[in-house]
């Protein structure tokens, strides 16, 4: 592609809002196959939507995740989610994704850590289809379904790692965010309810049932939240503990299953 028309294409994406035009104008470049193709994804671009949806993958851990349009697209601050559960589980940790999406956080703890017993879970069909041709190569089990119900019963107590980038953002704030996020990704990947804890209180209250003994769950969080976030995992005999990434504006809330085996949580509807 000649210089005009490339510096052309950077002109149109900055003038749509895009601050890294010219990072995104290589992207695009290198990634159409034709210059009509170019083109369709210039186009789609400019309207707005992502451009991991224009792409069809986006990056994380280094890594090429599959994401289809609708799909949430995984954020550079859960790298330090992947981070935090990395350094709590060992080869052969039996690991589990709630509100898995791409399956972005499994797939990147299988390449840190090395093998895994990895389960994911997702309501959403697209996310679980991507999920699905994400983990293919790392050798997950991936459920549709609504948090724990569609995982095997033979997990409960024996579960490691529960790891959950559920979604969050209180329910008045959805329209606060970017475009990008509000109107081309699943609301059910970013409304939290009304104090965006919800799905953090479902997440906390039936883990007892499936962690082991010793075991952890993590969920991403944000400063402002993770008090709260850390009482509700006290309240469901979690022992809390909230880090942060002031480089990646990440909050992580961990979990510790006390040392004996929990048989009486309530199992949510």
């Known amino acids: 592609m000649d210089k005009k028309t490339e510096k052309c294409l950077i002109n149109r994406l900055r003038t749509a809002g895009c601050v890294f035009a010219e990072d995104e104008a290589q992207l695009l470049i290198s990634e159409a196959q034709t210059l009509d193709t170019l083109i369709d994804m210039v186009e789609q671009r400019i ?13 994380f851990c280094g890594m090429r995740i599959k994401v ?33 999406g791409t399956g972005a956080v499994g797939v990147a703890l299988a390449k840190i850590i090395g093998y895994i017993e990895l389960y994911a879970t997702d309501i959403d069909p697209a996310s679980v289809r991507c ?22 019963s033979a997990l409960h107590n024996r579960v490691d ?4 980038n559920a979604p969050y953002v209180p329910t008045e704030s959805i329209e606060l965010l970017p ?4 109107k081309y990704e699943i609301r059910a990947a970013l409304d939290g309810g009304g104090e965006g804890l919800d799905i953090q209180r479902r997440v906390a209250a039936e883990a007892p049932l499936w962690l082991a ?11 402002k939240q993770a008090l709260q976030t850390a009482e509700i995992f006290a309240e469901n005999e979690l022992i809390p503990k909230v880090v942060n990434c002031v480089e990646l504006d990440a ?4 979990g510790t ?13």
Request: proline share 6%; with cysteine.
């Open 179 to 182: 475009q990008e996020a509000r």
């Open 47 to 59: 309207t707005g939507l992502p451009l991991e949806h224009v792409v069809g993958w986006a990056d």
């Open 251 to 254: 909050t992580v809330v961990i």
């Open 131 to 152: 999920a699905h041709h994400n983990t293919t190569f790392v050798g997950g089990n991936v459920y549709e379904g609504d948090l724990y119900h569609p995982l095997p």
């Open 161 to 164: 790692i529960l790891v959950a």
């Open 257 to 269: 299953q006390t040392n004996r085996i929990n048989t009486n949580c309530k199992i949510s509807e």
């Open 213 to 223: 003994p010793g075991g952890h769950l993590l969920v991403e969080t944000s400063q």
């Open 68 to 100: 289809e349009q609708g799909v949430f697209v995984p954020r550079r601050r859960t790298e330090f989610l992947v981070q935090q559960t990395a350094a709590l589980a060992t080869p052969g940790s039996v690991i589990v994704d709630l509100c898995c």
